[in-house]
């Protein structure tokens, strides 16, 4: 019993100031509230996407060429925003034939629509760091509810990085060619990189 007594007494010792040099790390947790402000979306940030294929494949690829803006709101998170634009011109898949065919008028009609917005109307926190995005994405002069789920990645006084991902169905948009072979959603992956100021 002694013995026993010894060797918890031992471990309480070692784990007490080891509590104490956690405790603080996890008060200083980053939340949404800490980041609070008005943000450019830095050209850093990566726009991804995939449509799947039946039977495996598929295609992927991002968008080199966007702008935006987003504000968060310190007091009340639901009362942030975001507007984003995308420039369809700049779909990137690695492949110059699936590019210009999505930039075609079967798909994005890049010369008569040259551009892809998205404008929140409501966000609503998840936890700590995560919310959800509700808003209006417009493309082909057509627009439809969206959501978006994000997660603060990282952060300084100056800048802070946003895990975002979301799906979007082509046919709202009238650029459901080629389903049911390719999937009608589209799975967006995003990192978005904001820029205070």
Not at 62 to 74: H, R
Not at 136 to 163: E, W, Y
Request: include cysteine; proline fraction near 3%.
């Amino acid at each position: 019993m002694t013995i026993a007594r010894t060797c918890v007494s031992a471990i309480l010792k070692a784990a007490i100031p080891l509590l104490f040099a956690i405790a603080p790390a996890l008060a200083n947790a980053d939340t949404l509230a800490d980041v609070a402000g008005r943000y450019r979306i830095d050209a850093s940030s990566r726009i991804g996407f995939v449509v799947e294929q039946i039977g495996g494949g598929g295609i992927s690829g991002d968008f080199k060429k966007f702008s935006g803006v987003f504000a968060l709101n310190n007091g009340d998170i639901s009362r942030s925003s975001i507007e984003f634009t995308l420039f369809p011109e700049s779909v990137n898949t690695g492949q110059s034939r699936i590019e210009n065919f999505l930039r075609s008028d079967a798909v994005f009609d890049a010369q008569n629509f040259p551009t892809v917005t998205f404008k929140s109307t409501h966000i609503t926190q998840t936890s700590a760091n995560t919310a959800t995005i509700d808003g209006i994405l417009t493309a082909r002069g057509k627009s439809s509810p969206a959501s978006f789920q994000a997660s603060l990645a990282t952060h300084d006084r100056n800048a802070i990085v946003f895990h975002v991902e979301g799906k979007v169905m082509r046919s709202r948009y009238g650029m459901d060619v080629g389903t049911p072979i390719y999937s009608n959603v589209v799975q967006f992956n995003m990192t978005i990189h904001g820029q205070r100021g």
